[in-house]
């Protein structure tokens, strides 16, 4: 028992979020009432203000800021003319391709990807979405950005033949030895794939 | 650039928390927006809530749900009837005591230690408080759980002094070695308080 139930129900009410249990949440409360109680009041309006309004971009599928407007990156007219088209399975995905500063078309994010077993097909990754923007023509190249896992090579097979059958470029991440990565260290699948896409000199 | 600024927006003031980096942020503001928005929400509601609302004990100075009422510890009539009064530096120890249930008199949360150079004197230190709950008669007892650091021992003088002048039987806690813990690895300053502490058996 603690001297306070609100306190109480504040800890608790932290340890919904992944990696905080009830000693880093208590923590994280006494931190917040001893030192700043302003910043905590901006947090819970800032979560409250953002879990209500964030939705889906209407073209890619990724967070936007809500309505029916399309997310910053959808919005930028020098990505769109590219023509180049980013399939991943999560926001994170996008966020780490912008991270690393190395693409500069558009993406569209699947939220997860097929498993027939888990309910979870064509419609709930969005897939007529994808499909009006291969049609509309303005997609020169499909990138599959999704994982190297049985499940991804299954939704990889089903995107490739939606866009063949649209005439689309499609292609898919290189897998190989990551850099600064040493051989013996490699599991077997990821060596053999990276002899097998080995590259002339 | 994320795709959302409400998203960028909900990364930073995740960010006030203490052990909450940009990347633990990224991650916990994407698992609710994925999976527990409902539960975001009630969070943000709980924050709102109890750093408006938690107030200090009139009584003990520690984490009260607020109003002019005591907390629950101090409301507790066989804690008031014990005569002990355990002072303690943070709410934080209160709960280590609590935790350990060990202990079943009332507290006094200093909320620090004196230290002038830093202008923390006894005002701040709400001794006031503790004058009169000294001078009440109530207490029979006044247990130190100050730190054993050289601030700390100056407040434990400082504290010891107000109790003999009210006539109040002082004591502080134990110093040595810690259950559990071998001798090898002990510090110099804890092993010589150890022997100088000895107990006759």
Not at 31 to 57: F, M, N, P, Q, W
């Amino acid at each position: 028992m603690s001297s306070s139930k609100k306190l109480d129900d504040l800890i608790a009410a932290l340890q919904v979020m992944p990696g905080i249990g009830p000693v880093s949440a208590t923590r994280i409360a006494y931190y917040l009432l001893d030192h700043r109680r302003a910043d905590g009041l901006r947090l819970s309006s800032v979560l409250k203000d953002s879990l209500e309004a964030i939705a889906l971009c209407p073209d890619c599928r990724n967070y936007s800021d809500g309505g029916a407007e399309r997310c910053a990156l959808c919005s930028d007219s020098h990505r769109r003319e590219s023509g180049l088209l980013c399939v991943v399975e999560s926001p994170m995905d996008v966020e780490a391709f912008e991270h690393a500063g190395s693409f500069s078309g558009t993406y569209f994010v699947l939220h997860g990807h097929l498993s027939p077993i888990d309910g979870i097909g064509p419609e709930e990754l969005g897939l007529g979405v994808l499909k009006q923007r291969l049609e509309s023509g303005t997609v020169s190249e499909l990138i599959l950005a999704v994982s190297q896992s049985v499940d991804g090579d299954a939704t990889a097979e089903y995107l490739a033949a939606m866009a063949r059958r649209q005439g689309v470029k499609v292609s898919r991440l290189a897998t190989g030895v990551p850099i600064g990565g040493d051989i013996q260290s490699l599991d077997s699948g990821t060596l053999a794939s990276s002899l097998q896409f080995r590259r002339q000199l």
